[in-house]
């Protein structure tokens, strides 16, 4: 498993920008496919948000996201980026970075390496 810690959440006002990112270490990050889920307060379960292959070439978003987040990975720095634009409050959420030795995937249980999470508010 790959260690993963993210960082760049906060609060925004409605319509504002954060750029999320993801340190990895402890194992050859160009092995990875790596992802953004979001846990929101009043749900149960971690919402698939974006994915990017090892080589970047194959990249996935959930719709409501599409258009106004990016996903990016810069294999110097091992980190992995989400930027996101004209925030909503619906997005408000907790993010996660995961990771897989695997294929690009949009669900939970394909991934084996989590970060803690970081907290993103977006108010109305």
């Known amino acids: 498993q790959v260690h993963l810690v993210e960082s760049g959440g906060g609060l925004v006002q409605a319509g504002g920008s954060l750029r999320l990112s993801c340190a990895a270490s402890?194992?050859?990050?160009?092995?990875?496919?790596l992802a953004w889920f979001r846990q929101a307060p009043e749900k149960d379960e971690r919402e698939f948000v974006a994915?990017?292959?090892?080589?970047?070439?194959?990249?996935y978003y959930t719709p409501s996201v599409k258009g106004r987040f990016t996903i990016s990975r810069d294999s110097a720095r091992n980190t992995v980026y989400l930027a996101m634009n004209n925030l909503k409050p619906e997005d408000t959420a907790v993010y996660y970075c995961?990771?897989?030795?695997?294929?690009?995937?949009?669900?939970?249980?394909?991934?084996?390496?989590w970060g803690q999470g970081t907290q993103v508010t977006v108010s109305p």
């Open positions: 995961a990771a897989n030795e695997g294929v690009v995937s949009t669900r939970v249980n394909e991934y084996d390496s």
């Open positions: 402890g194992r050859t990050f160009s092995d990875y496919v």
């Open positions: 994915t990017i292959s090892w080589s970047g070439t194959e990249i």
